[in-house]
Nanobody, 115 residues
């Protein structure tokens, strides 16, 4: 239950776009809050975006208007569409599944924004 696998990271130029995906195993996905976090060099892991069971959205101020989180409960998958990427978006992006008594993390996917 709650095994997470991220994909979609890579190297992109400033102003470019990437779409991250996180596939979850098990049947608890639709009952969990899903989030994307990132850890940039020399910084603590921080919340980037989250989506509740009912679809309520929460974004870090630094990504509002540029990133979009969504979920597909039929596919047990959460997405992070990242547009107008900036060098400060560089980091390892982690998927998180959370519900009472459970907090699961993926292995992370590297996003590098550089010219």
């Amino acid at each position: 239950q709650g095994h997470l696998v991220e994909s979609g990271g890579g190297l992109v130029q400033p102003g470019g776009s990437l779409r991250l995906s996180c596939a979850a195993s098990g049947s608890i996905f639709r009952l969990a809050v899903m989030g994307w976090y990132r850890q940039s060099p020399g910084k603590q892991r921080e919340l980037v975006a989250a989506i509740s069971i009912g679809g309520s959205l929460n974004y870090a101020d630094s990504v509002k208007g540029r990133f979009t989180i969504s979920r597909d409960n039929a596919k047990n998958t959460v997405y992070l569409q990242m547009d107008n990427l900036k060098p400060e978006d560089t980091g390892v992006y982690y998927c998180n599944l959370k519900r009472p008594g459970i907090s699961a993390w993926g292995q992370g996917t590297q996003v590098t924004v550089s010219s």
